[in-house]
């Protein structure tokens, strides 16, 4: 690969929101943080001045993208619930009832798939060393894929469920029961 080719692609991980507005690279920063972190500390991973961001962070508190933590020094981290609320309403606005009920018919059937290969209820209750030394098939790397795959679409069929158990409410509410 040239020079060129590197510098026309996507930027690195690392500075995947360098290139955007200091909100935009505030958000990002937020996505990728999974502990409380400091204003101070945000700002010195945007390169920002403190005080705007705490700016933007006080109006993510506000639009419950962040939880602010009244500690000292105060803290934010992602409030993992908003986007779990957005996801569930982006079903809802993009699919309808019959596509959201294909979709949990699809995802259930991916996890009873999963249910029946590894004779388990649940990923967790798979250890994937056993499971993988007990097949001829399977890789521990393929064990550990299949159950990543597992947990999300049980996470996934959740939201379809309360998705269309939504868009159930809202017709009912509307009248096209």
């Known amino acids: 690969m040239s020079e060129t080719d590197a510098a026309d692609g996507p930027p690195p991980f690392v500075d995947a929101f360098r290139s955007g507005d200091v909100e935009q690279r ?16 945000i700002a010195d991973s945007v390169d920002c001045d403190p005080k705007t961001a705490r700016k933007y962070l006080s109006w993510f508190d506000d639009l419950g993208i962040v939880t602010r933590h009244d500690s000292h020094p105060v803290t934010y981290e992602r409030n993992d619930a908003y986007f779990e609320w957005r996801r569930i309403n982006q079903l809802v606005a993009d699919h309808s009832v019959e596509d959201l009920q294909d979709g949990v018919r699809e995802l259930t059937t991916r996890i009873t798939d999963y249910e029946a290969t590894y004779d388990a209820a649940s990923p967790a209750a798979v250890n994937a060393i056993t499971a993988a030394e007990g097949s001829d098939e399977r890789t521990i790397d393929d064990v550990y894929s299949d159950l990543g795959d597992w947990a999300t679409a049980r996470e996934e069929r959740d939201r379809y469920k309360r998705a ?7 017709e009912r509410e509307q009248g096209f029961e």
């Not at 269309?164 to 809202?170: F, K, L, N, P």
């Open 26 to 41: 505030i958000y990002g920063t937020i996505l990728q943080t999974r502990d409380p972190t400091a204003a101070s500390a």
């Open 164 to 170: 269309r158990q939504q868009r159930t409410g809202d």
